[in-house]
């Protein structure tokens, strides 16, 4: 269905309010010619987060947490028992 719209004096175009909030993806086919759809996109920064051998690893970890809820931890004893861990007695030397 085809909706005649006046671009306001900022360059803006108003959908309606059921698309607020709403991300949309504006593609210039050509000058004057728009194509607009509706969607949720992945920014830049992001995009590794959603490379399969990423994805599959995030997937276990939160899996693990689901099962592995937080509890308190004793930082003196922690400390203590970092303090005489083999492998991080070697990485300081």
Not at 9 to 35: C, D, F, H, N
């Amino acid at each position: 269905m085809a909706v005649i719209k006046t671009v306001g004096s900022s360059g803006q175009i108003a959908l309606g309010k059921k698309y607020a909030g709403r991300q949309v993806m504006v593609e210039e086919r050509e000058p004057g010619v728009w194509i607009v759809k509706l969607g949720e996109f992945i920014p830049d920064d992001e995009r590794w987060l959603h490379a399969p051998e990423v994805a599959k690893d995030l997937d276990e970890a939160l899996a693990w947490a689901a099962k592995n809820p937080p509890k308190k931890t004793d930082l003196r004893e922690l400390e203590e028992r970092l303090s005489h861990a083999p492998s991080l007695q070697k990485r300081s030397a």
